[in-house]
């Protein structure tokens, strides 16, 4: 039973550069949600997909966004990269009961994002 | 804005002990609570959710949750080194996390 894959594991870009990560949810899940967890702080979630559309949405600026695709895989893009921008994404899959499902969501191992 | 509150720690215990680990949330609204253990380097493991007030024990875990105090807690029996790790506490359906309680269990 494969669990949710990301890649690459990990990147190094400069400022100004755009960077495309990529997640395959967990076998059977249907929904993906992306974090953002900065060196010592929790994850701070930037948005969910499911049946391709983005159904909710953190507080982050519009130069993250994303596309979930029919076999339900992933990406999250970040354009014109900020120093502030380095950090371990997480993508999270589960599978989707309504916009207030209670199902737990399950990690991927993260790509580590660095910027010089 | 809704905010989850951890101690960071570290909270140290001695191996066999029982680790207690807590958390407050500012939405009182939530409905869903995990607890997620985060080895350095890794990325986070769902080890415990709980829906409802009272308690929901898993083997050498048990989480608390008292709705009318916005509170949640761990407790970890007989703590083993390998149980040394962050452990985040999340809330709501798109997880709003803790920044994490280090944990330390020493042999």
């Known amino acids: 039973d494969a669990g949710v894959t990301q890649s690459p594991t990990h990147l190094i870009k400069t400022r100004g550069q755009q960077v495309t990560l990529r997640c395959s949810p967990k076998s059977g899940h249907d929904t993906v949600s992306w974090y953002q967890q900065a060196l010592g702080q929790g994850p701070q979630f930037i948005f969910q997909?499911?049946?391709?559309?983005?159904?909710q949405r953190g507080n982050f600026p519009d130069r993250f966004s994303g596309h979930q695709f029919p076999n339900y895989s992933s990406e999250l893009n970040v354009n014109a990269l900020l120093l502030g921008d380095s950090a371990l994404y997480l993508c999270?899959?589960?599978?989707?009961?309504?916009?207030?499902?209670?199902?737990?969501?399950?990690f991927g191992d993260g790509t580590r994002l660095s910027i010089l | 804005q809704k905010e989850v509150e951890q101690n960071s720690g570290p909270l140290s215990v001695p191996e066999g002990a029982i680790a207690s680990l807590n958390c407050t949330y500012s939405d009182r609204g939530s409905q869903s609570f995990f607890w997620y253990r985060q080895y350095s380097g890794k990325s986070p493991e769902l080890i415990m959710s709980?829906?409802?007030?009272g308690d929901q024990e898993d083997g050498r875990f048990t989480a608390q949750l008292n709705k009318a105090s916005q509170y949640v807690s761990l407790l970890i029996r007989d703590s083993q080194p390998s149980d040394s790790a962050t452990y985040l506490c999340a809330v709501t359906v798109t997880l709003v996390f803790g920044a994490g309680t280090i944990l330390r269990v020493k042999s």
């Open positions: 999270a899959s589960s599978f989707w009961q309504g916009p207030d499902s209670n199902q737990p969501q399950h």
């Open positions: 997909y499911y049946e391709e559309e983005e159904r």
């Open positions: 709980i829906y409802s007030n």
